[in-house]
């Protein structure tokens, strides 16, 4: 965070507002950041739409093999039908597609589904993103509370059988991938010792179900996001444990630890003020970083368990090229993980007040 | 289902007394909600198909992302008529007869009287001709033989053919009948376009085809026996229930029709939960034995179609004569690669005549389907064949061709096919083992179709047959879909005149493919089917492996009886095509408990 001195102002007016605009920035950490935020959005969307336009194949030809496959229709026949439902220009040249996509993103339009002809993209977006906010985040700050606090007991008792026994279980949740778990939970809890009513708990609510602020809403809800929920708390619980040990191991060894127990402090107002306060830290940029990805769902929990969500529509647009919906998807998380780490850079400095000095 | 309900109830207040806050929410919801939208809604049918939930999914069943439901579609807007494939018989549906008038080149329709849409409108002849009309805007294939529809009255259709075939009669009765209630104004916005002499190239056409594409009806008005309860939709499942006014609903004794979302890992669990009475999708063998474990009955249903072994002619000039791909035909043991692909759900093919050997001896007579080599597995004649040709194995035991190309190659497949990959792994071991080193090369399932069209490949794993009754459909999928007429590519390039010793001289596969169709006479296309079936057999352009088989579950005394034993006729039924379970609802054979 070193000062930058003002240029000499130009004589050309533009010029010279461009000058102030470019010193404004430089000068303000705030304002660099979300610059630099807006840069890397656009980098990533642009970058993303000719990504998705790499991929083999394109919707009409993803339409025709689904159509070979699924009903055996002669090629010839698929290609008509498949030309015929699909009122898309994919001759188009590329840069012009291009500068329409970011001509209507600069006007918040993402376009209009391509497999939906006619629906809108924010109208998919809308209509997904809500549930999987809910059940990823709900997920997290379970997760992240349940992590530290265990994290925080592994290393006060740090050698004990307690400190053995929950590293170990830390280390295996945080190897085991997702799908895994999720598949677990189905076959062994549900098929096969018949202790949930997996197939009942299928899906974001139950049929006949009317949304709405009611308590049978609420709880069908709680109800039918439970297996999801456990599935990202116990594939993440372990991160948050071991990455709170670790902290909290070393702030038991700073010197003003070991001050305040010279001093006589409880242990009580040692862990919480001195040890707990401190450890957390470096556990919160990882924290808001994750509420970015929140946005993204999971693609894998969201299609094991049929969860309306993003990761679910994303899935379904991928398999059906549908790239107004990939590029949206993909914009969402972009923007949310790029906001989030600006949210904490921002607001680094004033949870720690080390850091607020230094700038 | 009252006592299943219960016990389901129970379990969700015990999963919210396990101290799992979220779970305690369970015990709530009202049983009243479960009971009237999803399982247990009197006599249920539960079934599994893929389908997206709005704003994705929709009623416009002429746009994609649709709520058709796929083989469910057929009891909603029903077609004319469904098919018997062992027979050659058809069920009439909204039709009730039909017959060709070969001279005046006209396929007459009668249709069912008395039949209402679920509006309460009376089903006629308008909606026929307005459903063939909005197909001529979607480039339907039926309209490269239709001239035009005339209605002589509100319950006779015409269809006079510009270019004759008997294929017209599938293509016609085979199609879903929309409501002209819904589509009735897009008709005829169709037919203003029509008579003012524009085609689909012009703006106008493709206005008219966008604005249908966005099209959303509220609702669906249906002719058949179910319809979407929209109020059941979730992500996880929906609810079709009765229509009481469809002519047809007296004969179903199902009171609802509960269809779970999602592809095969999803739908695996509700199946072993005993929640499903009829899948159709493709399990791998370790799941198919785990249904077997638990006593549910498989059905195998034929697909008449299943992959071949295809080469590239212009990258493989070895392989060009007819003799080294007959070699390689007795080379692999065929049954080899269908045990290890799909067990008991791969037929390899008897008589390799290009077309299912259920429909050989209903399009050939006995001494043309004698005249048809079957190929069986002789590494004595492939040596010979090969050695015949003039090709040498080197001293790494690999042919070398009379121009010195060693025969190694890569045979190109879909990683994600696990049954197609294990095929290509049995096909790649044999090949190398007869002198024709053979790798396996995999790709991402989505790059099969761009790669093959484009000729990028040496040999690869593609389709042969086709789901249609018809074996001009499978010939032009076996000699003309890949090939460099038909694709944007040169894919397989391989020509299509070639001699034929069988028929005596030099033939235009092309021609004889295309003129098999054509035509109301249906001898004369027999006698081309067997003159194209002939050529294939002897020329081996690709080699097919193995025809495919469904693996359907359908558990049996749960909520359903009545499934035919092995060997009833309508188990020749393609289970996409016509599929046997709707028709089996339809004559009320399959019956709820």
């Known amino acids: 965070m070193v000062a930058v001195s003002p240029p000499a102002p130009p004589s050309d007016t533009l010029a010279a507002s461009v000058a102030l605009a470019w010193y404004a920035v430089r000068s303000n950490y705030v304002l660099q950041r979300v610059v630099k935020a807006i840069v890397t959005v656009f980098a990533v969307a642009t970058l993303t739409f000719f990504l998705v336009r790499l991929m083999p194949g394109n919707p009409i030809e993803q339409y025709i093999g689904q159509l070979i496959a699924q009903y055996g229709l002669p090629y010839s026949e698929a290609r008509d039908q498949a030309a015929s439902l699909f009122v898309i220009d994919l001759d188009q040249p590329m840069y012009l597609q291009y500068l329409g996509y970011i001509g209507k993103l600069a006007q918040g339009d993402l376009g209009t589904s391509i497999k939906s002809q006619g629906v809108k993209v924010t109208t998919i977006i809308v209509a997904f993103l809500p549930w999987t906010l809910f059940c990823v985040g709900i997920s997290l700050i379970v997760s992240f509370v349940l992590g530290i606090v265990l994290g925080a007991v592994m290393a006060y008792w740090r050698g004990s059988v307690v400190d053995y026994g929950l590293t170990m279980i830390g280390s295996l949740l945080h190897s085991i991938p997702n799908y895994l778990i999720a598949m677990i939970l189905i076959i062994f809890l549900g098929v096969r010792w018949e202790l949930l009513p997996v197939v009942k708990m299928r899906g974001s609510m139950s049929p006949g179900i009317q949304p709405g602020f009611t308590l049978t809403f609420v709880l069908d809800v709680l109800f039918h996001a439970t297996l999801p929920i456990i599935t990202y708390v116990v594939t993440t619980v372990g991160t948050w444990m071991l990455t709170m040990k670790a902290s909290t191991t070393a702030t038991l060894e700073e010197d003003y630890v070991s001050f305040a127990r010279a001093k006589g402090l409880s242990d009580g107002r040692i862990r919480t003020a001195y040890v707990g306060r401190n450890a957390i830290l470096p556990l919160f940029t990882q924290f808001t970083l994750s509420i970015g990805f929140v946005f993204g769902g999971s693609v894998l929990i969201e299609s094991i368990f049929v969860y309306r969500g993003i990761g679910q529509i994303l899935v379904s647009a991928v398999s059906g090229r549908d790239y107004p919906v990939m590029q949206g998807c993909f914009l969402i998380t972009t923007v949310s993980v790029v906001f989030a780490n600006l949210l904490a850079d921002l607001l680094y400095g004033y949870i720690d007040p080390r850091v607020r000095v230094g700038q | ?593």
Do not use: C
Request: glycine residues 8%.
């Open chain 2, 1 to 593: 289902m009252t006592q299943g309900f219960t016990s389901g109830v129970r379990r969700r207040q015990a999963i919210g007394l396990a101290g799992a806050v979220l779970g305690a929410a369970s015990g709530a919801i009202p049983a009243t909600a479960l009971a009237q939208y999803g399982m247990g809604a009197g006599k249920a049918f539960n079934g599994a198909w893929p389908y997206d939930m709005p704003p994705t999914g929709h009623y416009n069943s002429y746009a994609t992302g649709n709520l058709n439901l796929g083989i469910y579609y057929d009891l909603m807007e029903m077609p004319l008529g469904m098919y018997y494939w062992a027979t050659g018989t058809w069920m009439p549906l909204m039709a009730t007869s039909w017959e060709t008038n070969v001279e005046k080149a006209t396929f007459q329709v009668k249709l069912r009287q008395g039949a209402k849409w679920s509006d309460g409108s009376s089903f006629g002849s308008k909606d026929v001709v307005n459903t063939f009309m909005i197909q001529k805007l979607l480039n339907n294939v039926v309209w490269r033989y239709l001239d035009r529809i005339e209605t002589p009255d509100d319950y006779t259709v015409n269809f006079i053919m510009a270019k004759p075939t008997t294929t017209v009669e599938r293509y016609v009765l085979r199609m879903q009948i929309r409501p002209s209630a819904i589509y009735g104004e897009w008709a005829n916005k169709v037919r203003d376009i029509v008579n003012k002499g524009l085609t689909s190239d012009s703006d106008e056409w493709k206005a008219v085809r966008k604005d249908l594409s966005e099209f959303r009806p509220k609702s669906q008005v249906v002719s058949g026996p179910f319809s979407i309860d929209q109020r059941s939709m979730t992500e996880a499942q929906l609810t079709l229930v009765k229509n009481a006014s469809s002519w047809a609903a007296k004969n179903v004794t199902f009171d609802s029709i509960t269809l779970y979302n999602g592809e095969t890992p999803t739908v695996t669990p509700i199946v072993l939960s005993k929640e499903v009475d009829y899948a159709t999708h493709g399990f791998p063998p370790a799941t198919e034995k785990a249904f077997k474990d638990l006593g549910f009955r498989i059905l195998r249903p034929p697909t008449y179609a299943g992959p071949a072994l295809y080469f590239n002619y212009a990258k493989m000039p070895a392989i060009a004569p007819k003799a080294v791909r007959q070699a390689i035909a007795h080379a692999i043991r065929r049954e080899i690669g269908a045990a290890a692909a799909l067990g008991e759900s791969a037929e390899p093919p008897k008589f390799m005549a290009g077309f299912s050997d259920r429909l050989v001896e209903k399009w050939m007579t006995p001494d043309q389907v004698a005249k048809l080599n079957r190929y069986d597995y002789n590494l004595a004649t492939a040596e010979s064949l090969m050695s015949g040709a003039g090709y040498k194995k080197g001293s790494d035991g690999v042919y070398v061709s009379p121009d010195g190309e060693r025969m190694e190659y890569e045979v190109t497949v879909p990683a994600e096919f696990a049954d197609n990959s294990a095929l290509a792994q049995a096909v790649a071991e044999q090949l190398t083992a007869f002198g024709i080193k053979t790798a396996v090369r995999l790709i991402t399932f989505t790059q099969l179709t761009p790669d093959t069209q484009a000729g990028n490949f040496q040999m690869v794993i593609q389709g042969w047959g086709s789901g249609n009754p018809h074996p001009h459909f499978a010939f032009v999928q076996n000699l003309v879909t890949w090939n460099t007429p038909a694709g944007a590519g040169p894919a397989m390039a391989y020509p299509l005149i070639q001699r034929v010793d069988a028929l005596g001289g030099e033939v235009d596969l092309d021609a004889m493919v295309t003129a098999s169709a054509q035509g109301l006479d249906k001898d004369a296309q027999k006698d081309l089917i067997a003159r194209v079936a002939l050529a294939y057999n002897e020329l081996l352009p690709n080699i097919p492996q193995y025809e495919r088989l469904g693996n359907n579950p359908a558990p049996e005394g749960f909520r359903v009886k009545g499934w035919p034993p092995v060997g009833d006729p309508i188990w020749e039924n393609s289970p996409y095509a016509d599929s046997f379970v709707i028709m089996l609802m339809l004559d009320g054979t399959l019956q709820a408990i």
